[in-house]
């Protein structure tokens, strides 16, 4: 029996390592995408419409250079978009085994140039750090041919572009990737009781100076596919803008995680919605992240949003 579960593993382990091959691409959590921009014909807008033709539904691209100058009278970049999409078919494949699928529905990256630079990047998580963070498998057949789909859309966005080696290894996370929280509802009242605990959150999401940078709601495209698991699901995108500045300026392919999709689920004849979002762990292991102003600015904004949605579900 030891023999057969060695083989096993080395067969799972042979299998990751031939999809990284077969994509050729790093199998770190972060990876990022390059390719010479000389002429500026790539775009945060043509690489849309490279995904919108892939068939993704596009939540937003949103330019960050104006809300950085806005605010803090600068920015490194003469590009930074932050970007979210999803594959609305694929997600609901995903959904029926994973209802906390909604951490990456939709998906972020950034697509962004340094000022100088004739160089566009775009950053996004790898199938490895998606299946942690869900906690499915990586070699998971609809998550590999997803990531497939993305990486040859990039290529397609961006034909003379490459992988870049990231300067850093991960850092053993200091705490739980994902953080949930969870609230009872009466069976026969829990429209009301939804309505009420968003414009609590809403409210309390602006007065912390969160951005609410999209809203998704998933149930909507499960209800045109005839699927009805959930009474509702839906997803927030939010963004600290003092955060994503902050990081950014040392490690820009943090847009890879912004903004945060926050979830909130209930399935049918259940009484529980139940909520989750990835936690800044993630950004600080990830990207092994050292410097201290960095860890402060991320570990205020977790205890600023664990502090509201205890305050929201109790």
């Known amino acids: 029996m030891k023999k057969l579960i060695k083989s096993l593993l080395v067969v799972c382990l042979l299998a990751s390592v031939s999809i990284a091959k077969e994509l050729s691409i790093p199998t770190t959590d972060i990876q990022v995408f390059t390719s010479e921009n000389r002429d500026g014909k790539i775009t945060p807008k043509t690489i849309e419409e490279a995904f919108k033709k892939a068939g993704f539904f596009i939540s937003a691209n949103r330019n960050m250079n104006g809300p950085f100058i806005k605010q803090f009278k600068e920015s490194d970049f003469q590009t930074y978009n932050l970007f979210t999409f999803y594959k609305k078919d694929v997600v609901l494949e995903l959904a029926k085994k994973y209802p906390n699928v909604g951490l990456f529905a939709p998906m972020s990256m950034s697509i962004y140039s340094k000022k100088g630079s004739n160089n566009i990047s775009v950053s996004m998580l790898s199938a490895k750090a998606m299946g942690k963070i869900i906690n499915i498998k990586s070699n998971d057949t609809t998550l590999v041919n997803l990531k497939k789909l993305i990486i040859n859309t990039l290529k397609e966005a961006m034909p003379k572009g ?62 045109d596919a005839n699927y009805t698991g959930y009474d509702f699901y839906e997803v927030y995108s939010i963004c ?67 502090k509201i949605l205890k305050g929201a579900t109790e």
């Not at 080696?165 to 994902?178: C, Q, R």
């Not at 509802?185 to 009301?192: A, F, L």
């Not at 800044?280 to 664990?306: C, E, F, G, H, P």
């Open 162 to 223: 490459k992988f870049d080696k990231l300067p850093y290894t991960l850092k053993k996370p200091e705490g739980k990737l994902v953080t949930n929280f969870s609230m009872e509802m009466d069976k026969d009242e829990w429209e009301d009781e939804l309505e009420d605990f968003k414009m609590a959150f809403e409210g309390d999401i602006a007065t912390n100076g969160f951005i609410i940078a999209g809203h998704n709601n998933l149930g909507d495209d499960f209800d």
């Open 240 to 306: 600290k803008l003092p955060v994503i500045y902050t990081i950014a300026k040392n490690h820009p392919e943090a847009g890879a995680f912004a903004p945060c999709s926050l979830y909130l689920e209930k399935k049918k004849d259940e009484n529980m919605m139940n909520i989750g979002f990835p936690s800044v762990y993630n950004w600080i292991s990830s990207m092994a992240l050292s410097d201290k102003k960095d860890i402060k600015v991320l570990k205020d904004a977790q205890t600023r949003m664990t």
